[in-house]
């Protein structure tokens, strides 16, 4: 049950008309109510909160709100709302359905709960600069509804003994207070080998901080971290994570739809797809992005609505060179 001090919060804040301070405070039960184990009261009180913060009309349609984070943890982490979704990737088969188990888990993790499973919360996303890594944790917030919180690591890390443990803590205990999706990109700048001879002792203390508070962690909130280098990390975390999902360069059906999603505002009548697509081998799906991106502004800036296979072919092209260097 509420710690007394909750209820004389509540009270205090009920008879004060302080609408906003009596949820707060109703998060602090929550969270209170998760440490003693009692998830399933933790949640539904979370829930009756963010339904109680969202207005009247729209409250079945609207995201989860949240609070911008303040003091010492505003620099820590940046918040935003998305309206990407999943449906606006292009992904292998295999890759967008364990996506889409991830989204499932979270939306029904109350059945899962009351057979004593658990929903994924925990994702390592793996895969070379512009594969899709942190547009998928933008679409996951967007699919659920929810914040996304972006840590920000130059902010996080420090050269002070303890100071970054001590804001590591501060993120975790965010994840308590407000259910959101928190995204750690360039994950390895944390989760280095801890036996690395060149390491420094602080990134060492870092990475056991982040060890146990990923462990002991038991809110509500959905945990990404991406990493372009999987082989620095330390070899502990990946079995702290629910799931580890790899990213590939994209094959030549994958290039193509990309290039017909992105140009899809446009005529492309009598275009080469299969042969075009061909052609990007060795660009990431951002790369490919970009290059469409290119060709259309090339017709837009003619004054025309079509585009050409010399727009796409030579956009390409410049994509590639631009790799190379």
Not at 148 to 174: C, N, P, W, Y
Not at 267 to 290: F, N, P, Y
Request: hydrophobic fraction near 40%; include cysteine.
């Amino acid at each position: 049950m509420a710690a007394s001090k909750h209820l004389i919060a509540l009270l205090r804040s009920h008879i004060a008309g302080d609408n906003e301070q009596f949820l707060s405070v109703a998060m602090q039960v929550a969270a209170h109510e998760a440490r003693q184990g009692h998830g399933i009261l933790a949640k539904q009180l979370r829930d009756l909160v963010d339904e109680a913060r969202l207005p009247k009309v729209s409250r079945a349609n609207r995201p989860v709100p949240f609070a911008q984070p303040k003091g010492e943890l505003a620099a820590l982490i940046s918040a935003s709302y998305s309206d990407t979704r999943l449906a606006n990737m292009v992904l292998p088969t295999a890759l967008e359905g364990r996506l889409r188990r991830i989204v499932t888990e979270q939306r029904q993790q109350h059945r899962l709960t009351k057979h004593g499973l658990h929903s994924r919360r925990k994702i390592l996303l793996i895969g070379s600069p512009g594969s899709g890594k942190t547009m998928t944790a933008t679409a996951l917030a967007g699919e659920l509804k929810l914040a996304l919180f972006t840590v920000v690591l130059d902010s996080l890390i420090t050269r002070f003994m303890g100071e970054t443990a001590t804001k590591l803590r501060l993120v975790f205990d965010a994840m308590l207070e407000t259910r959101g999706v928190y995204f750690f990109d360039e994950f390895d700048a944390i989760g280095s080998r801890r036996a690395e001879r060149n390491d420094v002792g602080e990134i060492r203390r870092v990475l056991n901080s982040f060890l146990q508070f990923l462990e002991n962690d038991d809110s509500d909130s959905l945990i990404i971290a991406a990493t372009n280098h999987p082989d620095l990390l330390d070899p502990a975390l990946f079995r702290r994570f629910d799931d580890v999902i790899h990213y590939d360069m994209p094959d030549p059906s994958i290039a193509e739809g990309i290039l017909k999603k992105r140009l899809s505002g446009f005529d492309v009548k009598g275009m080469h797809w299969k042969h075009i697509a061909e052609t990007t081998c060795g660009l990431s799906q951002a790369e490919i992005s970009r290059a469409a991106d290119e060709a259309a502004k090339r017709a837009v800036l003619d004054d025309r609505i079509r585009v050409t296979r010399g727009d796409l072919s030579g956009a390409i092209a410049e994509r590639k060179a631009s790799a190379q260097h």
